[in-house]
């Protein structure tokens, strides 16, 4: 498959099941890292999303037992930044564009390498989050 077909396909999938979302890493962690996940009763579709873009597959939890088995494929920080930046041109879901268009262009201007935020990077750490999750 040609890479802009998969690019295109993998675009659709996630603009119907996919989540673009800021995630705390670690439960002591002050701020959130870009994370993009999927999940899904098709271990095959994401076994073929770990194959072009990496990251990992959790196997969910059945509660019921009707329901199907399912898992989630998930991506983190620069990882999910990457993966943003090369489907993004193909999204068409407004609030997906959105929110991948906020990480893509500001939230490694907000995050400095070594961890260390001034009050003023805290500032806009913080205003980049809110802004991040409002309608």
């Keep these: ?3 802009e077909l998969k690019l295109a ?3 659709g999938l996630f603009d119907g099941e996919g989540t673009v ?16 996940s ?3 009763t ?3 579709l994401l076994d073929f999303l770990v194959q072009e873009f990496g990251g990992f ?3 969910q939890k059945v509660y019921k037992s009707h329901h199907k088995q399912s898992w989630s494929w998930r991506l983190k920080h620069r990882t999910a ?8 041109p193909y999204l068409r879901e407004k609030s997906k564009i959105r929110r991948a268009k906020l990480i893509c262009t500001t939230y490694l201007e907000v995050t400095p390498r070594n ?3 001034s009050d003023e990077m805290k500032a806009k750490k913080l205003l980049f989050e809110e802004d991040f999750f409002a309608s």
């Design 9 to 11: 396909y993998t675009a």
């Design 38 to 40: 999927m999940t899904s």
């Design 115 to 117: 961890g260390k935020y």
């Design 21 to 36: 979302t800021l995630s705390r890493p670690h439960s002591r962690d002050k701020y959130r890292a870009p994370t993009v």
């Design 1 to 3: 498959m040609q890479k």
């Design 42 to 44: 098709s271990k095959e």
């Design 57 to 59: 597959i959790v196997k």
């Design 81 to 88: 930044i990457n993966f943003l930046l090369e489907i993004s």
